[in-house]
């Protein structure tokens, strides 16, 4: 398949979007919009990237999220055991580290890249934590 290098003018570009039936152009507007978002404007360096990776191994894995949920369950409902409490314990400090250690690389990011921290984290799709 041949791809045909075409190149249109703001002018004419602007001139056939005026022509567009509303719902045309509102189908295209929201398209143009994720477009733009969605393309890959950021480029990252291998260092930018590398830290990228470092930002996902911080986070806990789905068995062991289920598993300190349950913990906070039985914890909130009294029927914790010593020992699971002291896991619970082991497991909040370790959330801890890893959420700190989670958001400096994230500033660390965002500095590098100029952006704010809510940028990066909306470029990388990345929501708040979950209060406890």
């Known amino acids: 398949m041949a791809v045909q290098n075409l190149q249109v003018t703001t002018e004419t570009l602007l001139d056939v979007v005026v022509q567009m039936p ?23 360096t291998k260092d930018e990237l590398k830290i990228i990776k470092k930002i996902e191994e911080c986070k806990y894995t789905p068995e062991k999220e ?4 349950n913990l906070v369950r039985k914890r909130q409902s009294e029927t914790i055991s010593e020992s699971e409490f002291k896991e619970l314990s082991k497991l909040t400090n370790e959330g801890e580290e890893r959420t700190l250690k989670r ?8 500095t ?14 990345i929501r708040s934590p979950e209060t406890l």
């Open 66 to 69: 289920k598993h300190f949920a």
């Open 103 to 110: 958001l400096k690389l994230l500033v660390k990011l965002a």
């Open 22 to 44: 509303e719902k045309d152009f509102e189908k295209f507007f929201e398209k143009a919009k994720k477009l733009r978002s969605d393309s890959s404007r950021i480029s990252w």
């Open 112 to 125: 590098l890249k100029n952006k704010s921290l809510d940028e990066i984290m909306k470029i990388l799709k």
